[in-house]
């Protein structure tokens, strides 16, 4: 397999290509666009959980200077659910029926002139309800249960047997709490059509799924929908669904003729846009006295709303975390009346690797062994699920090397023993093994006579960096430098890209950009090798590189000519190739294809007294593959790691029972990490290229989260010897 060389622009941590213009305000958000005609849409939202709308009063809305229009689910137009994609299926439509199944469940949307006109007429819009009493609590009887939709569950050897003769076990219950995507960028759409054609500008991390929704939803051909998102204001999983109030507005839009915009208020942005699901898991850990792992049994149960598929394995990544032959992980869904849960950032793995990495520690106290030891103890040198060697893993390295800039052996491992003043010092540690997701892409590249690129595919750049580490791949296939090319992205109709998501995007973008690449350089080769007048004539095209714009046989920088020589004398204005890339399975590679791996080591400062805690100190070790730029990479893990604290310490979407109102909907009331919260953080990748893939790399985007829970619980752990099991850890557990 043809693989990418090291060459200098890919890997150095050179500035986003994209940051003038943010910082400049000239790079358009989903809310900067204005069609000419366009009107406003408010959402109206319930105000109980569950039950039925008996009235909807509408009057005085329509009333209202410059409405438009008000739509309820008795002037609504029928709609379509969307089928099934590869994450899931869709909410149901929006306004199809008078039943309410969550509180803040879309009920009118109300069009006006003006934002301004649209708030106020909302506020107008009344609504009568026959309450049923909602179900609120994950562990009611009385929900209704989901059993492993997507047969995630996972039973290896036997677990149970097993546990019962472990001479060494732990069994305890973990939970982990409601916590809310809140990407800075409210989420806003803007639709027109025009005739039979849509054009929509949308908050989303898919422009793909968003166009086959739509077309399904309101029965038009894909190829009639333009979904536009040059860029996003953040995400964390948030736009990974085609969410009611997209639907609302594409309606409305259609039966108005005119385009509709609509732009969610930060409160709306807790109930609209998903949530990560809390969960209650229980988890059993054996081991022999010497501590090689003879057993687990990892059962979760996590929330879903009343008529969403939305799924996480929250368990799962158990299965393939260690070397132990008899293990068994279950998940299972309660439907409640809640907003929709969905994906947030490393969705499952953040939440199943708190409980999984903090029952380790726990063991490894009941052992008498140091926490990191019992891990290297139990490393699964191949895929434990597969029982092939990784594509890919570079964990022992991320525990060797954090170790040693920690000063992880410094510690005494002596619960409370470790003192600065007031303060309790605590060290945790946790691994982090985070599954491979991949899906097909597609790139286009072009070259122009005047020797620039223009490279192209549907993808979205979230924030994470996609725009400069693509800008930096191609750059590097086609010999040319980071001026000379230009990446589009965010635009349905380029090329067929998959989601900016379960960490995969730069491997498939980048396997794409890197095979379109080489189909083009191959175009120009056989160009050239036909041609008597080219220095290239005769050459094997298969046997040329691109460097300095100079296309040349691989090695021989001097004996080629430029882009622009061969599209000049073959009077061609340009040259384009498409390239694809596509996931590789097991059986194709020999291997277990392997996603990131991580080790996260924290210092926590316990406040004797006041049970206050601080993360003083977090070491990030990364095996992400090939880095493509290592600044990007970096600000990904940082960002991981600050959501981590959040989720550690901070982060609990609160549900008020028995109204099931969202009780801290603003980031007044919602607590997240401030810079105050934040320490100094170290991050270092490690590890090679990898095996999987000809550009080597893995996703870094998710990573960095998961693990910071498990570390900060199990440092807490030992500057207090309080064993705390439940996220986020405020200080009243801890007083
Ligand atoms: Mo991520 S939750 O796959 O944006």
Request: glycine letters at 10%; one cysteine or more.
């Amino acid at each position: 397999m043809r693989t990418v060389r090291s060459r200098p622009v890919i890997g150095t941590g050179v500035n986003r290509v994209d940051g003038p213009r943010k910082v400049t305000g000239t790079a358009p958000y989903p809310m900067d666009f204005d069609v000419p005609g366009q009107v406003y849409a408010a959402l109206v939202q319930s105000t109980i959980a569950a039950g039925r709308i008996l009235r909807i009063d509408t009057e005085a809305a329509e009333a209202s200077p410059g409405v438009v229009t008000v739509l309820t689910h008795t002037n609504a137009p029928r709609l379509k659910r969307a089928p099934v994609s590869k994450l899931g299926a869709s909410p149901p439509p929006p306004l199809q029926d008078d039943r309410i199944l969550h509180y803040g469940q879309h009920i009118a949307v109300v069009v006006a002139e003006t934002p301004e006109q649209a708030t106020a007429a909302a506020r107008l819009v009344s609504a009568e309800y026959e309450p049923t009493e909602p179900l609120l609590d994950l562990m009611d009887p009385r929900a209704p249960q989901v059993d492993d939709p997507w047969g995630t569950d996972h039973s290896r050897g036997d677990a149970a047997a097993a546990l019962t003769t472990a001479e060494v076990m732990v069994e305890a219950t973990y939970t982990t709490a409601d916590n809310t995507n809140n990407p800075l960028g409210p989420f806003a759409t803007l639709a027109s059509w025009d005739g039979g054609h849509l054009t929509v500008h949308d908050t989303t991390q898919w422009p793909f799924l968003v166009r086959g929704t739509l077309a399904a939803v309101f029965g038009v051909p894909e190829s009639s929908v333009r979904v536009l998102a040059p860029y996003v204001g953040g995400g964390f999983g948030a736009g990974l669904r085609v969410w009611p109030h997209v639907i609302l507005t594409v309606a409305a839009a259609r039966l108005l003729q005119r385009p509709v915009k609509l732009v969610l208020t930060r409160p709306q942005m807790f109930t609209s846009v998903g949530h990560r699901p809390k969960t209650v898991q229980r988890i059993s850990v054996g081991a022999t006295r010497t501590g090689d792992l003879v057993g687990i049994d990892h059962r979760s149960v996590s929330p879903v709303a009343m008529e969403d598929e939305d799924y996480e394995p929250v368990a799962s990544g158990t299965a393939s975390a260690y070397a132990c032959e008899n293990v068994f992980t279950q998940d299972r869904q309660a439907r409640l009346n809640i907003p929709d849960p969905t994906s947030m950032r490393a969705p499952a793995q953040a939440q199943g690797n708190f409980a999984l990495e903090s029952a380790l520690d726990e063991l490894a106290y009941k052992l008498g062994v140091d926490p990191l030891d019992l891990r290297l103890r139990n490393y699964a040198e191949i895929h434990p699920v597969h029982s092939l060697p990784w594509s890919s893993k570079a964990l022992r390295e991320c525990y060797e090397v954090g170790a040693q800039r920690f000063g992880w052996y410094a510690r005494n491992p002596v619960p409370g023993s470790m003192r600065d003043g007031n303060w309790l010092v605590g060290y945790g540690v946790a691994g982090v093994s985070y599954p491979w997701f991949a899906m097909d892409c597609y790139a286009q590249v072009t070259v122009h006579r005047d020797g620039s690129a223009l490279v192209r595919s549907a993808a979205t750049d979230i924030g994470t960096g996609t725009y400069t580490v693509m800008t930096q791949l191609s750059a590097e296939c086609l010999g040319l430098h980071l001026g000379q090319v230009r990446f589009d992205l965010g635009d349905s109709d380029m090329p067929v890209a998959p989601q900016a998501g379960g960490s995969g995007l730069t491997a498939a973008l980048g396997n794409a950009v890197f095979d379109a690449c080489h189909q083009l350089l191959r175009r120009f080769a056989e160009l050239a090798s036909g041609d008597r007048e080219s220095p290239l004539y005769g050459v094997a095209p298969e046997a040329v590189e691109a460097t300095q714009g100079h296309v040349h046989p691989i090695g021989r920088p001097r004996l080629g000519e430029t882009y622009t020589d061969i599209l000049g004398r073959h009077e061609l204005p340009e040259l384009a190739a498409n390239g694809h890339s596509r996931p590789r399975s097991q059986d194709e590679l020999g291997m277990a294809p392997a996603g990131a791996f991580g080790a996260k080591f924290v210092e926590v400062r316990v406040d004797a007294e006041l049970g206050l805690v601080r993360v003083a100190r977090a070491v990030s070790v990364i095996d992400g593959g090939r880095i493509l730029n290592e600044k990007t990479a970096r600000s990904q893990i940082i960002g991981g790691t600050v959501g981590g604290i959040g989720m550690a310490l901070l982060e609990d979407t609160v549900t008020d029972v028995p109204s099931g109102r969202i009780a801290n909907g603003t980031f007044g009331d919602y607590l997240i990490p401030v810079n105050a919260d934040v320490p100094d953080m170290d991050v270092v990748f490690v590890g090679d290229p990898d095996r999987g893939s000809p550009v080597g790399t893995k996703g870094v985007g998710e990573v960095g989260i998961v693990g910071v829970a498990a570390a900060v619980a199990n440092a807490v752990h030992h500057a207090t010897g309080k064993r705390i099991r439940s996220l986020p850890i405020t200080l009243d557990a801890l007083l």
